[in-house]
């Protein structure tokens, strides 16, 4: 039977980001819906991010699950920040879900995102501060400029994000980037629940160029999870390609999804 595959971006991204992976799975006869979360892509407004929470993000992509559902098998995709999402998701509906995915995602286990501060620091740490427009707090959201033409910015921008592309292909990818993004995150919300999380089959596909969010973040969002889990491990693969080539280069993700398994998993209650 067919599935679909529900895909969820990350900071500053929106659908369109996963044109091409989205274009990739149909083409091998499966549905895929990219979700622009509320204030990205198609869905912004003016008063950009201020006032949208974590809840607002869930509520949108259970409703694009609990349609899609009716259709078939669902595999829920998050890349990077999105996968704050996917576990909130996860933890709220995991009788919609067949399985779920974290492309070099965030998985929190032992606490919310603010506890995995300062652990396996990015590339992007040094040079975001030079990037905003306004300051987090007093603006009540994150901005940034992604249209910046200082060559230091743009090398850090390169290395941290797609070391594997040419200048081009990140000016394109930066300039289809949101420029707001939201403050608020639920911590707890976003935190593994073994319980319910623990239900769905789920696989983490390592980025080992990836130096937005380092391999050794991910592999404690594995270790951590496997060790909450017992009796269902996250499968994992590795894929040689950065934070955003992944995405720019789909074929290799594609494959890998095309065969996660949507078998049920034993109960973990």
Do not use: K
């Amino acid at each position: 039977m067919p599935r679909t595959f529900v895909l969820v971006h990350g900071a500053f991204a929106n659908a369109a980001h996963w044109g091409p992976v989205a274009r990739g799975l149909t083409l091998r006869g499966h549905r895929a819906v990219a979700v622009d979360l509320p204030g990205h892509g198609l869905d912004a407004r003016n008063t950009g991010m201020v006032g949208i929470s974590t809840a607002d993000d869930v509520a949108a992509v259970v409703e694009v699950v609990r349609a899609a559902r009716e259709h078939g098998p669902v595999v829920l995709v998050g890349h990077s920040r999105g996968g704050l999402t996917v576990t909130a998701v996860a933890n709220a509906v995991p009788e919609l879900l067949d399985h779920v995915v974290y492309v070099s995602a965030w998985c929190c286990v032992n606490g919310g995102p603010s506890d995995y501060t300062g652990f396996a620091p990015s590339e992007l740490d040094a040079v975001a501060p030079t990037l905003l427009l306004a300051h987090p707090v007093e603006a009540g959201e994150l901005r940034v400029d992604f249209g910046t033409t200082d060559p230091a910015a743009l090398d850090a921008l390169q290395s941290a994000l797609l070391a594997d592309g040419s200048r081009a292909e990140l000016l394109a990818m930066l300039a289809a980037m949101d420029r707001r993004e939201s403050l608020a995150i639920d911590e707890e919300t976003v935190r593994v629940d073994p319980a319910r999380w623990g239900r769905v089959p789920h696989t983490y596909v390592r980025l080992t160029a990836d130096r937005a969010l380092m391999p050794a973040l991910q592999d404690r969002f594995v270790a951590e999870a496997d060790a909450a889990v017992v009796g269902n491990p996250f499968t994992t693969t590795s894929l040689d390609t950065s934070h955003l080539g992944v995405q720019l280069r789909p074929g290799p993700l594609v494959e890998v999804l095309t065969h996660v398994s949507t078998s049920p998993c034993p109960d973990t209650d």
